[in-house]
């Protein structure tokens, strides 16, 4: 529907020209005192209609894509937080394991420190048994170590993972120190 002015009304707003509010009034006063005919208001109506009808499927279709992406959200928060606990869960387990081997590792130094030092004053034939016990103390020590350093390293990657490294425990250092002695033999 066109207006005297040749200013185009749309979905019943009159724009305002730049000639200001004033000349919008004047606009919608003579184009309130123009009645179009009963088919041009009808086209209008169902242009309206329409529109108002496009305008409620979008904001549907909106509200739906909402509600699917919080859903998702929540979903994947879910996810995030059971995911945490699962790590906070194995870091406290490879600490406590880390811990359990330190303790267990500084005990076998301290009984193989005990049996070398009873070593020196036994005879040869005792030496020997217990060379063989030292043996299998240090086969037992080497493999304590290698599993100290896998949870070691299990642990940094635990933490990485979880976002907060502590120098503190990050590595621990033992050293283990074992004296050999070499029996010749007696002629």
Do not use: Y
Request: net charge negative; charged share 30%; with cysteine.
């Amino acid at each position: 529907m066109k207006m005297s002015s040749n200013t185009p009304m749309v979905n019943g707003h009159v724009p305002c020209g730049p000639l200001g509010a004033d000349a919008g009034m004047v606009v919608a006063a003579q184009a309130s005192a123009h009645v179009g005919s009963p088919e041009e208001t009808l086209q209008q109506m169902n242009i309206l209609i329409k529109e108002n009808s496009d305008l409620k499927e979008a904001l549907k279709q909106t509200n739906t894509a909402m509600k699917e992406r919080f859903e998702g959200l929540a979903v994947w928060k879910d996810k995030q937080k059971e995911e945490r606990d699962f790590l906070e869960h194995k870091l406290q387990e490879a600490k406590d394991r880390i811990n359990a081997l330190t303790k267990r590792n500084e005990d076998l130094r301290k009984k193989l420190q005990a049996l070398e030092g009873s070593v020196e004053g036994a005879c040869q034939s005792e030496e020997q048994d217990h060379g063989s016990e030292v043996e299998m103390l240090r086969t037992m020590i080497t493999r304590l170590k290698a599993e100290k350093d896998d949870l070691v390293a299990m642990n940094s990657e635990l933490q990485l993972k979880l976002g907060h490294g502590s120098p503190d425990d990050s590595f621990i250092e033992i050293r283990i120190a074992v004296s050999f002695r070499t029996v010749d033999s007696q002629s």
